[in-house]
Structures are given as C-alpha cells and as structure tokens.
C-alpha cells in the first residue's frame, strides 16, 4: 500500500494544533473538559478505594 504526499500532508495538519481562531475551544468548552476529566479522575480514585474497603472487608488475612 502506498501513502501519497497529500495523504502524508493531511495527516500531519491533523496531528498540529490549530491556530485559527474561529476553531479554538472556548474559555466555558476548557473549563467544561477540565470538569468531565476531574469527574472521571474521581470516579476512578472512588473505585480503587471501594475495592481496596471491600478486599479488607472479605478477605481480612490477605
């Protein structure tokens, strides 16, 4: 299979970040992103601990 150079081009425009106003995120979007991560990091910190509360819980000699 062979890639062309326009191929090459548009994948490596893809990979950059942009500069163009009108397709930056704005201030709310980031703040909204940072939110939805913050969630999902806690989400998985709630986890571990319930799974670490529950090992000690059933397993009490492990």
């Known amino acids: 299979m062979r ?3 326009e191929g ?3 994948a490596s425009r893809a990979a950059t970040m942009t500069r163009d106003p ?3 995120r704005t201030p709310a979007e980031i ?3 940072n939110l939805r991560l913050g969630l999902i ?3 998985v ?3 571990f601990f319930a799974a670490a509360v ?3 819980v059933y ?3 492990s």
Request: proline share 4%; aromatic share 4%.
């Open 31 to 33: 703040r909204a992103g």
């Open 3 to 5: 890639i062309t150079m």
């Open 8 to 10: 090459e081009a548009a």
């Open 22 to 24: 009108q397709k930056r």
């Open 59 to 61: 397993f009490p000699g």
């Open 54 to 56: 529950v090992k000690q």
């Open 45 to 47: 910190v709630a986890v």
């Open 41 to 43: 990091l806690l989400a």
